[in-house]
């Protein structure tokens, strides 16, 4: 199963996403090369995997908050539109999102992220335990087939069969009900002819590639209806599932039918129960596909489950593989200068750090951070960054750079819980060091609040302040340039 959904990634990533000499999300992956040795593929693979499993984190937030949400704003900002759905079927009502962008070398991604469970129905499917029969190539089929009025093979119906040999009743594939109401609500919708535009473009683009995700609820809603797909003629190597927090959705005959054929990348925490609940209480359920585990310690918040501390650790794992493979000498970090257009100013990036008290705040700080200033590098297509104490006008004349913007990163413990606030100050001065705006973005933030969701808010309110006065700045952050795309020639960035 590993060695599956490592080739499907491969495969994946290879036909999506250019390699850039340097890459962080949401942008960031690597290509494939003939000349690869076995230990640099396996590393390629490794950091692929946390990448995509760090941008299916981010979608998979979104469908929470699929209009105001922090996560949302912040794909948008990178050319992901996401479009909130919601399906209804009696008091079955799911709710999704839906996107497609075209990767640098215009190869299309599709996706779904389903909504975890937020509201009285959504606990309602949960609760319902009680299996139904799988099967199926048609969605009608799917449903008479779960209703037990029509076998998954030729023969007598289901209940003709129970009566017949019990046995063989119950060896069949069954899955959660709940979860299954909510896939095939769904499905209803998205292969409705009058609405399933989105998933019929996605299968007329040969090399498109569909991406299912969701947290807890969402994700045992993204397995089933991924293995509906390919059920229903869906190539299983162009879909990928990745879910977070989920349960099982099935039983042992299902896993051992199924699981291999279904690309899923199943992550859960060190200290979320949810996944393993269903098999524990009831012992019928099982898990399959490939487990990746965070490791978040009951230290850091009493309830693990909640989708902003996998939001947390998915940036923190991606950044650890990065880390990997930049020692590796596969990959660069966004570097310190940059000239990739010389038409455009030159911004001096001036960087004030601030000392956070405590080893959890430094660590969440130091990828809080490094996360925020990426954004602002991502932003501008000639910047210099220099570091305090190096005074910033000396630094401005030096380098004769037309804008200096100093950014001042401080977090404050709060006193009263394990809150803490996140301050994000930026000053901008011309070339002759006049100051032309000033102003800060600060958020209360805990684990369980989200630091990265309140890091992709403070970015969001400064961009759009500098947006103001730097008209020549586009709206979103720039593709990293060509030439700094790894090719043939190897470039690099200066």
């Known amino acids: 199963m590993q060695r599956k959904i490592c080739s499907l990634l491969a495969a994946l990533l290879l036909s999506i996403f250019s390699l850039p000499a340097f890459a962080e999300i949401p942008q960031g992956s690597v290509a494939f090369s003939a000349t690869d040795t076995e230990t640099v593929r396996k590393q390629k693979t490794e950091y692929n995997n946390a990448w995509l499993t760090c941008f299916a984190v981010i979608a998979s937030a979104a469908a929470y908050a699929p209009e105001q949400g922090g996560e949302t704003a912040y794909l948008r900002s990178y050319g992901w539109d996401f479009v909130p759905r919601q399906a209804t079927a009696g008091k079955t009502a799911v709710h999704f999102i839906t996107a497609k962008n075209s990767m640098a070398d215009g190869t299309p991604l599709y996706v779904i992220s389903f909504r975890g469970t ?15 029969v799988y099967g199926g190539s048609t969605l009608a089929e799917a449903e008479k087939i779960a209703a037990g009025g029509l076998r998954t093979g030729n023969g007598p119906t289901l209940a003709e069969d129970a009566a017949q040999d019990v046995r063989s009743a119950k ?10 109401e909510y896939a095939d609500t769904a499905l209803r919708s998205l292969l409705d002819p009058e609405t399933k535009g989105f998933l019929d473009e996605y299968r007329s683009e040969a090399n498109a590639r569909l991406l299912l995700t969701g947290h807890s609820l969402g994700g045992a809603v993204a397995t089933i209806v991924g293995q509906r797909l390919i059920d229903f003629g869906f190539a299983p190597e162009r879909i990928q599932v990745i879910t977070f927090g989920a349960p099982a959705v099935a039983n042992k005959t299902f896993k051992q039918l199924y699981g291999e054929r279904l690309n899923l990348i199943r992550v859960t925490n060190t200290a979320d129960p949810v996944p393993l609940t269903l098999q524990a209480v009831l012992r019928k359920y099982k898990q399959f596909g490939e487990e990746v585990r965070f490791r978040i310690p009951r230290t850091v918040s009493s309830m ?110 709060s006193r009263e819980d394990n809150s803490w606030f996140l301050t994000l100050a930026q000053t901008l001065s011309d070339q002759n060091g006049h100051l032309l705006a000033a102003g800060s973005a ?12 309140a890091a992709m808010e403070a970015v969001r309110v400064q961009r759009g302040e500098l947006l103001k006065h730097m008209p020549w700045l586009v709206p979103a952050p720039q593709e990293i340039p060509k030439k700094f795309l790894n090719g043939a020639s190897g470039s690099k960035a200066n």
């Open 171 to 180: 060896s069949l594939p069954k899955v959660h009900k709940g979860f299954n």
């Open 442 to 453: 600060a958020k209360r933030t805990s684990p369980e609040a989200g630091n990265i969701l």
């Open 304 to 413: 693990t489950h909640f989708m902003n501390l996998y939001l947390d650790a998915g940036m923190r794992n991606y950044y650890q593989a990065f880390d990997a493979l930049e020692k590796a000498g596969v990959i660069r970090e966004w570097p310190d200068t940059l000239q990739s257009d010389t038409n455009q100013p030159v911004v001096l990036l001036y960087i004030k750090e601030n000392s956070a008290k405590g080893e959890t705040l430094k660590n969440a700080m130091a990828v809080l951070q490094r996360f925020m200033l990426n954004e602002y590098k991502a932003l501008f297509p000639n910047y210099i960054v220099v570091k305090y104490p190096e005074d910033a006008l000396t630094a401005l004349r030096k380098y004769k750079a037309d804008y200096l913007l100093t950014l001042e990163f401080e977090t404050n413990a």
């Open 118 to 132: 937020a509201d009285k129905k959504d606990w309602a499917a949960d609760f319902k335990t009680e299996r139904v």
